[in-house]
């Protein structure tokens, strides 16, 4: 499987998760190509897996890349000593959103909630007016399955009370349960249930484009999915139509996403299951362990067949249950 610029995605996703955005390489390279950008900011970068991709593609077309991120993970911080065409911003999405300069394209990928969207909305779009131009690319991540009906929160108290949904730290979500449950993909501030007003990445997305006449957002329903807005009334309206078109909230690529997801879900949920049985092997094999080399255990075990009578539990049914016979008595 060859992916753009020789970049593997599976490198740090040994659970075959598919969460990097690196898998719609082609279709967000596209984009960018599609509205000539020359700069690009990355908000949520973290590992640097996606900024790779973008430092790539900025050789080719002589760009600039600005990644947005409070904590960033030491590989992005390596990557920003090795390259100058890379600055990182080390603070919220919302702080930098309010002083950075607006590139030619945005991805939000950061804090995956209504709130923290639609604030990001809110101030590029407020930037934009007041600066005269026209609306950056935005290219939206995680917009179907598990976050687009349901907030996820880096840091719950970053978001004001009374913007946050109830919680259930550390918990599970499996696909088509409005709750939370003990197995599936794990999050740990997930929203305690799905859908309704004010929840979920997809919900901001959608006011924020009603709310705004001239712009279109197009969902490309893979690897929890691409959610692509542009102004229609800008240059590039075609260019950006041609590359999405014929994947926006294409029926077939749903259905392949429904299915991705409940497997992905699903294998979760067994290995949560059986790491759980395993466990519970290991508590009761600890147990007769212990019994099995206890003095009293033996001397019971003595007793009764002094009486000839069958001890309903003995050494030999311990090694059985255990399965190993060859145990030194």
């Known amino acids: 499987m060859t992916f753009p610029f020789d970049l593997d995605p599976h490198e740090r996703d040994p659970g075959g998760w598919c969460a990097s955005l690196l898998h719609n390489a082609e279709l967000l390279l596209g984009c960018l190509n599609a509205v000539e950008a020359r ?38 911080e390596q990557l920003e000593r090795e390259r100058t065409d890379l600055e990182l911003v ?13 590139t030619d394209a945005i991805i939000l990928d950061g804090d995956h909630n209504y709130y923290t969207l639609s604030q990001e909305l809110r101030l590029i779009w407020e930037r934009s007016a007041g600066e005269s131009r026209t609306l ?19 840091e719950p108290e970053r978001i004001p009370a009374e913007h946050r949904r109830p919680i259930t730290p550390d918990r599970f979500v499996f696909p088509d349960e409005d709750g939370t449950s003990a197995s599936g993909l794990p999050y740990r501030f997930p929203a305690a249930h799905e859908g309704g007003p004010g929840n979920g ?3 901001a997305a959608e006011e924020f484009t009603r709310a705004h006449a001239p712009l279109h957002l197009a969902i490309v329903p893979a690897f929890f999915g691409l959610g692509v807005i542009w102004d229609t009334t800008g240059p590039h309206h075609d260019a950006l139509t041609g590359v999405v078109g014929a994947w926006d909230e294409n029926p077939l690529l ?3 996403e429904r299915n991705r997801v409940l497997h992905l879900a699903s294998s979760q949920r067994q290995l949560q299951r059986a790491q759980h049985a395993n466990e519970r ?49």
């Open 201 to 203: 990445v997809l919900t």
């Open 281 to 329: 092997v290991q508590a009761r094999d600890q147990l007769l362990e212990r019994m099995l080399h206890s003095r009293v255990f033996w001397v019971a075990e003595m007793v009764l067949r002094l009486r000839h009578r069958d001890p309903v539990f003995s050494r030999q049914k311990i090694r059985q249950v255990m399965g190993d016979d060859d145990l030194g008595a």
């Open 39 to 76: 700069s690009v900011a990355e908000i949520g970068a973290f590992m640097g897996e996606l900024t790779r991709l973008l430092l790539r593609w900025s050789d080719e077309v002589g760009g600039t890349v600005l990644a947005i991120d409070p904590t960033p993970h030491a590989d992005l």
């Open 90 to 102: 080390r603070m919220t999405s919302i702080e930098a959103l309010a002083h950075v300069p607006l």
């Open 136 to 154: 950056p690319l935005l290219l939206l991540h995680d917009v179907t399955w598990p976050h687009g009906r349901r907030d996820d929160y880096y």
């Open 254 to 256: 749903q259905r392949l």
